[in-house]
Nanobody
Framework: QIQLVESGGALVQPGDSLRLSCVGS????????MAWFRQPPGKDREFVAV?????????YGDSVKGRFTISRDNVEKNTVFLQMNNLRPEDTAIYYC?????????????????WGQGTQVTVSS
């Protein structure tokens, strides 16, 4: 089973940008459908973004549309990134990388086949 390792979390100020990375232990092929989820303090884990195996289809959660961008490494396809711009205090959360069984507009936790360990993002002045 693929192992996922996230990095890039940090303490930043409102309006700042941050880029998260997720490296999969299995080199492609096969290529996985991959997603980012996040869990704010005291809240449930929620969907952030998902990218198809070919990178041709991408979906975002409503709260991050227009600010976050998910992408995939051109060489190592099981490495994905999350570019986060104009960060807000409500973006504070542990961010998790995941592989999902099937692509949908809003993957559910039950669709996840593997999780990373998470990386902390804190947005505070």
């Amino acid at each position: 089973q693929i192992q996922l390792v996230e990095s890039g979390g940090a303490l930043v100020q409102p309006g700042d940008s941050l880029r998260l990375s997720c490296v999969g232990s299995v080199p492609s092929p096969p290529t996985y459908t991959m997603a980012w989820f996040r869990q704010p303090p005291g809240k449930d884990r929620e969907f952030v973004a998902v990218i198809s195996r070919s990178s041709s289809l991408i979906h975002y959660g409503d709260s991050v549309k227009g600010r976050f961008t998910i992408s995939r490494d051109n060489v190592e396809k099981n490495t994905v990134f999350l570019q986060m711009n104009n960060l807000r205090p409500e973006d504070t959360a542990i961010y998790y990388c995941a592989t999902v069984e099937r692509l949908s507009a809003s993957p559910q936790l039950a669709d996840v086949t593997a999780w990373g360990q998470g990386t902390q993002v804190t947005v505070s002045s």
